[in-house]
Structures are given as C-alpha cells and as structure tokens.
C-alpha cells in the first residue's frame, strides 16, 4: 500500500499567458472562441458548444475590439440561410500569431521547469 505523500500527484507547472493593452486584450479564452467561430461559422453555435452566454461573448469580442483596435469578426445578419460570422484577416493573424507564441513559451517554460525541479519527481 502507497502512504499518502506517493499518492500525491506529481508535481508540475501552471501558468496563463496573455495580451495586454489598456486591459487584458487576448488569451486563451478569447482564441479558443474564435477557433470555434472560425470552425462553425457562427459566433452563436461557439457560445453553445462553450457553454457560453451569447451575450457574455458579444461584450468580450466587442470589448476586445476595443482594445485591440481592429475588428474581430465579420457579421452576416440573419435571413433566409440565417445569419454568421467569420474571421477578420487581423483575428486569423493575431490567433496564428498566439498560438505560435503558446507553443514556444510552453516549451521554453517546460525546459526551465524540469532545470529547477527536476528534484521533486
């Protein structure tokens, strides 16, 4: 039988990166939703599959649009194949841009983890 301290799962790292302008302008959050909007071509359907409300969405990308100063998305209003939205070139951009970013830090961060505490494992 195992004591309580080898029950303890191992140790590692935790860590949020974001952008920041006047506030906090792009992270995970915000890039995980338009991947979403991106893939299902509404911003609505996102929110869904988030377990977001549509309302709550609608004041982050406004307010990152704020920020940012460019837009996000481009919006089709509703009709007879009802309405949608996609990316702006800016948005594809900033989101190629933060992902490539995420992938090099989470490295960078993984390295300087196992140098530091590599003795706990």
């Known amino acids: 039988m195992q004591s309580d301290e080898q029950e303890q799962d191992a140790l ?6 974001w952008l920041e302008t006047t506030g906090k302008a792009f992270g995970k959050g915000p890039c995980d939703l338009l991947t979403k909007v991106e893939r299902l071509g509404s911003l609505k359907a996102a929110t869904v599959e988030m377990g977001m409300s549509y309302s ?22 509703g009709g007879v194949s009802g309405g949608g939205a996609s990316l702006t070139p800016q948005a594809k951009e900033l989101m190629r841009s933060y992902k490539a970013l995420m992938r090099e830090a989470e490295g960078i961060l993984d390295e300087l983890f196992q140098k530091h505490f590599s003795n706990f494992f």
């Open 12 to 17: 590692k790292l935790g860590y949020k990166i």
């Open 56 to 77: 709550h969405a609608w004041k982050l990308i406004k307010g990152l649009e704020r920020r940012l100063g460019f837009e996000l998305l481009y919006r089709q209003v």
